[in-house]
């Protein structure tokens, strides 16, 4: 009988994230003060985030062991299913075999509590009394929320304008979580009501909203701000996610031949793919790896890599990355949460440096292989992963001529039960592809990479 889940035992759970940090070949640029252009210290992120995350985020330990009381909320959905996708393989016609590691599971129907739940325990146990954040497409506010919820901490989301309009539900979901919700731009926020007063009808962005959420956390004692991406802490904690998949693979005698994942900021992407990684760069497997963004926010294939605010007002330390510019507001697709204007500067250093690839993917494609997973599979994928379904259905098409039986390994990183809308436009034919080269967004792009910090 062929097995299509792929289940651990909770005992089976990792008990430790591992650091990509301690591996790499060649370190990665330090992140920058603003004001001083010198390496930032724990100082410098003192006001926004825990001493624990400070730690994290600049440690070189291989492992970090994931305290009890997160375990315990883990342990809600984790350890998360691997599956073989044996009615998509078949509706293909491909001799290729497709895994996908599904965290659609978790109480916010994504991969984010992996990192949502440890920043609400590191702040609970600060004392800190609220966390304010950002979100695109609304997964990483209602992560938040839940994991406020659990450690009794306060927390306040600035959602995107357009996700906030295209996804009223998410908005009822963080709600439900006990977060309060601002779409954004907004008028709370000298950063917002900057933005409004220069382009009224503002869509919005992420780089947008993360400088509402930081100029409010900045301003009280008691709050903090926690971030859904990008930063080295939270890829470290989504590898939860690359650890399982590594015992679940082994488990039915599978190494992968090519990895594929979505990227937007990196967090669902680098949770999947370091642990991989590291076995790679030990001699143990070699496994291709590819990284899919979308064409209207194509920042690893066509950015600079360059230092560069993490948000629109410029008040983050600078980082080295491959971006867009931090003032770029990319076209409003449906996939909300890849709408950010850089990378993480860990995905950007691996990209850099030859250890990964990258390609990007229109929105129509991505849907149309959303729809093709959903009836063959059975699941309805969020926008953002249907970018690395597209990858891998695109992989497995070429298997099938020529034969070739490739072990891919993609990761569903969510749910699309709240993105219904978006399916509904996909399917009326009213989705439209946002085309990289047209000269509005070409002129957008280079005024904005003109804007990039200058460093003596």
């Known amino acids: 009988m062929r097995q299509h889940r792929i289940q651990l035992a909770e005992s089976e759970m990792p008990t430790r994230w591992y650091n990509v940090l301690h591996d790499l070949p060649t370190p990665p640029p330090p992140v920058l003060h603003p004001g001083t252009g010198q390496p930032v210290g724990p100082d410098d992120l003192a006001p ?10 600049v440690t070189n330990a ?26 998509l393989e078949k509706a293909l016609g491909t001799p290729a075999r497709i ?10 129907g994504s991969h984010k509590p992996n990192t949502s739940v440890p920043q609400a325990f590191y702040n609970a146990r600060a004392g800190i009394r609220r966390l304010t954040t950002e979100t695109g497409a609304g997964q990483w506010g209602t992560a938040l929320a839940f994991a406020c919820a659990q450690f009794g901490l306060e927390c306040e989301v600035w959602q995107v304008r357009a996700s906030y309009d295209q996804k009223p539900y998410r908005r009822m979901m963080i709600e439900t979580f006990g977060g309060t919700v601002h779409p954004s731009p907004s008028t709370l926020t000298a950063a917002g009501r900057a933005i409004l007063a220069e382009h009224p009808d503002s869509s919005g962005s992420l780089g947008i909203a993360i400088s509402e959420a930081v100029e409010v956390a900045a301003q009280h004692a008691d709050t903090n701000y926690a971030l859904g991406s990008v930063l080295n802490h939270v890829l470290l904690h989504q590898t939860v996610i690359g650890e399982e998949a590594l015992l679940q693979l082994a488990r039915v005698g599978e190494t992968p031949d090519l990895l594929v994942g979505c990227t937007g900021g990196g967090s669902n992407f680098g949770g ?7 076995e790679r760069w030990a001699g143990r497997m070699s496994p291709t790896i590819r990284a899919v963004e979308p064409t209207a926010c194509p920042s690893l294939t066509q950015g600079t890599y360059a230092y560069d605010f993490g948000d629109t007002a410029g008040t983050t330390p600078l980082m080295k990355m491959h971006t867009l510019g931090h003032d770029f507001v990319p076209d409003p697709i449906h996939a909300g949460g890849l709408r950010y204007h850089g990378m993480s500067p860990l995905v950007s250093h691996l990209y850099e440096t030859g250890e990964m690839e990258a390609i990007a993917k229109p929105q129509s494609e991505c849907f149309a292989a959303g729809v093709l997973f959903a009836r063959t599979e059975g699941i309805l994928p969020a926008p953002e992963p249907t970018h690395a379904l597209a990858a891998a259905i695109e992989e497995a098409r070429r298997c099938a001529e020529t034969g070739e039986e490739k072990v891919i390994l993609t990761a569903l990183c969510g749910h699309g039960h709240l993105d219904l809308p978006a399916y509904a436009s ?15 967004t070409q002129a957008a792009l280079q005024a904005s990479l003109a804007r990039l910090p200058q460093l003596s």
């Open 426 to 440: 996909y399917l009326a034919g009213s989705v439209t592809d946002h085309e990289w080269g047209d000269s509005d």
């Open 272 to 278: 999947l793919m370091f642990p991989f990684l590291r």
């Open 48 to 57: 926004l985030f825990p001493m624990a995350l400070i730690e994290q985020e």
């Open 62 to 87: 291989q492992y970090v062991e994931i305290p009890g009381e997160v375990l315990d909320v883990y342990r809600l959905w984790r350890p998360s299913p691997l599956y073989r996708a044996y009615q």
């Open 99 to 108: 895994y996908y590691k599904y965290e659609g599971v978790s109480p916010a």
